[in-house]
């Protein structure tokens, strides 16, 4: 158990709960927006700019690999950003780069 106090915790602020279907549909409709949401800015921004450069690398005609590419990170952004909530809901640490769907146990 983690007992060191989140640093909104220690700051007296109160923890406001994250939708992790709200972050899944953000990150669905602009590719790491669910992250930008979920606090992991720089995550966000490093997200959309790989699957931008993915899909103008198909756009300019440099192959198919682009558009997969950027399909699968745009895949990675929604089930990150929706396990991110969820470990946060659950009081379990999010860090700036931590990735939602590796590692953490759901509380009971």
Known sequence: MNTQPSSEAATGQQQTKRSPYLAGILS??????GQIYNKQ???GIC???VAVGGFASYMLNYGPMGRILASIVM??????????????NNGQPVGKWGWGFI???KKK
Do not use: P, T, Y
């Open 41 to 43: 800015v720089a995550k």
């Open 28 to 33: 669905f409709l602009f590719c790491g927006a």
């Open 47 to 49: 997200l959309f700019v």
């Open 75 to 88: 895949l990675i952004s929604i089930v990150d950003a929706q396990g991110n909530a969820r470990k946060f």
């Open 103 to 105: 590692g953490g146990k």
